[in-house]
């Protein structure tokens, strides 16, 4: 079960109100989730040791803040560093914003990096009550126009209008920073 909602970041929008009965318009049948395929996240045996990829790990319900609260989002920045110096990834950039976090990561010669982000999104949920979406989206980077995913992430918060410049936002991490 998810935790109780957090207060919300500044002009973050309020969750849907799931309370609320579906209208006439949307029949009960077109509100029920649909099965989602479980992606193992195997990587191919091709694909090189030092590969670079851009992960997304959204919490649930979209749109509840439960990531950027000072006490949690530093907690968390920290968790990223510990993964990093204990070489269970390479952490290149992470990036929180109030339901979703961003990283560009590497990974250990291993067949699939799918239970150590299970085993930091379970520590997650446990220490905080994050309320994690299942599974994760990635996508290997490939080229240069691949290499820019760093611009973007860290461009979100400014995007969203959280901050005028991304370096005014307080939840990121890169190893420089540390």
């Not at 909602?5 to 973050?12: C, F, K, L, S, T």
């Not at 150590?116 to 990635?138: S, T």
Request: glycine share 4%; hydrophobic share 35%; charged share 25%.
């Amino acid at each position: 079960m998810c935790p109780a909602p957090r207060p919300e970041v500044a002009g973050y929008p309020s969750p849907l109100n799931l309370d609320e009965p579906p209208t006439p318009d949307y029949p009960e049948k077109a509100m029920e989730e649909p099965l989602r395929k479980h992606l193992d996240h195997q990587t191919p045996y091709w694909v090189r040791n030092d590969a670079t990829f851009f992960v997304t790990i959204c919490t649930e319900p979209k749109g509840l803040n439960q990531l950027c609260h000072a006490s949690v989002g530093a907690d968390i920045l920290k968790s990223i560093e510990h993964y990093h110096k204990t070489y269970k990834w390479f952490c290149h950039l992470a990036l929180l914003m109030p339901d979703h976090v961003h990283f560009l990561l590497s990974f250990p010669d291993i067949p699939s990096f799918s239970p150590i982000i299970g085993d930091w999104k379970r520590w997650g949920a446990l220490r905080h009550r994050i309320c994690w979406q299942e599974n994760f989206f990635e996508h290997r980077l490939r080229n240069e126009a691949d290499r820019n995913k760093g611009d973007y992430i860290l461009h979100n918060p400014v995007r969203a209008g959280f901050v005028d410049k991304f370096e005014d936002w307080p939840y990121k991490w890169m190893p420089s920073s540390v």
